[in-house]
């Protein structure tokens, strides 16, 4: 069965302080991953869709990166407008396009 | 704009009855996705369509229906057979290639 699984839940930074949001996934075909941004009350924001292994992505202060396994995304010097949740999902081959999410982390970035 | 449009944002409802919540795309996207999310449980796909008069269930479906009569349109009704329909209701479109969905800014369903 096609899995995502988001690590860790909840993620507390101070303002400046650089860490990475993991994202594991078994799937039978990878076929693309993506990695949204969620406001409180707010639809998911699109940010990145990664398609092979080795596979590097950045946007700002955000940069995502590939494996065969799982997936970071990397926050460098993060701001306090960087606080969200930040949801990853993959589609496989032959799925229907089906799009299935992860969790995801909660990122609260302290001033 | 192009973009997805959800409405209501806000929609309150009685307990046994049913409620559409509208999901409208102006992307010419083929692919539409309704998902909900609770607390805790991220996005759980209820329905979803890749071309127009047809849609599969996703993992969810029960006590949901849709339809896909346009290519811009793509209506959830939560029915009274939904155990608990109280939730935050999000639909989504896809590119032609079926890769990237983009997301509406959801509906708040509070049922009473």
């Known amino acids: 069965e096609d899995q995502v699984t988001q690590s860790p839940e909840a993620l507390r930074l101070q303002e400046g302080e650089s860490s990475s949001l993991n994202c594991s996934y078994t799937v039978s075909g990878l076929r693309g991953l993506f990695w949204y941004r969620q406001d409180p009350g707010k639809g998911p924001e699109f940010l990145f869709t990664?398609?092979?292994a080795g596979e590097e992505k950045e946007k700002e202060r955000l940069k995502a990166t590939l494996t065969k396994k799982e997936s970071f995304l990397h926050i460098t010097a993060p701001k306090p407008e960087d606080s969200a949740t930040y949801l990853c999902a993959v589609q496989a081959w032959n799925r229907d396009d089906k799009i299935i999410f992860g969790k995801g982390t909660r990122l609260h970035i302290l001033p | 704009d192009g973009g997805i449009t959800q409405s209501p944002k806000y929609l309150f409802r009685k307990e046994g009855q049913n409620v559409t919540l509208s999901c409208e795309q102006n992307?010419?996207?083929?692919?539409m996705y309704w998902y909900r999310q609770d607390p805790g449980q991220g996005l759980r796909l209820i329905y979803y369509s890749q071309i127009v008069n047809d849609f599969q269930k996703g993992d969810i479906a029960e006590g949901y229906s849709v339809s896909r009569e346009k290519k811009e349109s793509f209506p959830l009704t939560v029915t009274s057979a939904q155990k608990n329909p109280t939730a935050f209701y999000l639909c989504a479109s896809s590119k032609p290639d079926r890769l990237t969905a983009f997301f509406g800014q959801g509906t708040r369903l509070t049922v009473v």
């Open positions: 990664l398609y092979s």
């Open positions: 992307l010419n996207h083929d692919a």
